[in-house]
């Protein structure tokens, strides 16, 4: 009798499994099958930009027809030859400073490849024609540079020089990892031996100084 009701218990133990193992598959494949089909309806249309860094006041920001008013208002001023290569070559009729929370990879300038404004843009300032003059000269001078410089780069002070409303070329600044970048070459930011070149684009002591006085001037970031 004990092993009757063994074989009916092992019995019932294997159809139990095989109907759970069964039912197991099934839901699986079922799963399988509809996170497919969620993959399959991704589009572009549904995509949305990645939104700014949790650090990024976006609040404060300006908005751009704000931007793209002021240019118009901004004070003319003249290329000066004394302002040393390449600034004295740029065919520009004003220069607007920029206060703006920049990113490494998301907001390197002021104006983005499709030509928008970031939305990260605190404060706005033109440059009159000596305030230009005192930061392009110091810009354009070997002895601005030769310190080192980290490899961050979340810039505060974008220089955007335009000629009407068009821009002719912009300058990102961090003094934080005391580095600049520039959509046209500067060539004091290179060191030179013989043929060769090196980089040369840590901002020195006076190159710095003069960063901070400018921004002092018209109480910018790193002018605090």
């Keep these: 009798m004990n092993i009757m009701n063994n074989s009916f218990t092992i019995k019932f133990l294997n159809i139990f499994i095989s109907q759970s193992l069964f039912i197991g598959l099934a839901f699986f494949i079922s799963s399988c099958q509809k996170k497919g089909d969620d993959n399959s309806d991704v589009s572009p249309a549904k995509l949305m930009d990645a939104p700014p860094p949790p650090s990024i006041d976006t609040i404060n920001s300006l908005r751009e027809k704000i931007l793209l008013d002021y240019i118009h208002t901004a004070q003319t001023i003249h290329p000066n ?3 040393g290569f390449p600034f004295s070559r740029l065919d ?17 300038d ?3 490849r499709k030509g928008k404004f970031v939305p990260v843009v605190l404060k706005q300032q ?4 000596k305030q230009a003059d005192q930061i ?6 070997d002895s601005s540079y030769g310190n080192g410089s980290a490899a961050c780069f979340r810039p505060h002070l974008g220089l955007v020089f335009f000629k009407g409303n068009k821009k002719i070329n ?15 070459e500067i060539p ?3 060191h030179r031996v013989g043929n060769e070149e090196y980089p040369h684009e840590g901002f020195s002591r006076s190159g710095k100084a003069a960063i901070i006085n400018l921004c002092k001037e018209i109480n910018f970031h790193y002018g605090r």
């Design 126 to 129: 033109f440059l009159t024609q």
């Design 136 to 141: 392009l000269s110091v810009l354009a001078k």
């Design 188 to 190: 004091a930011k290179k």
């Design 170 to 184: 912009q300058i990102s600044i961090c003094l934080s990892c005391n580095a600049s970048s520039s959509e046209i």
């Design 81 to 83: 030859p004394k302002n």
């Design 92 to 108: 520009y009729d004003k220069i607007i400073a920029y206060d703006f929370q920049g990113e490494e990879e998301a907001y390197q």
């Design 110 to 112: 002021v104006i983005d």
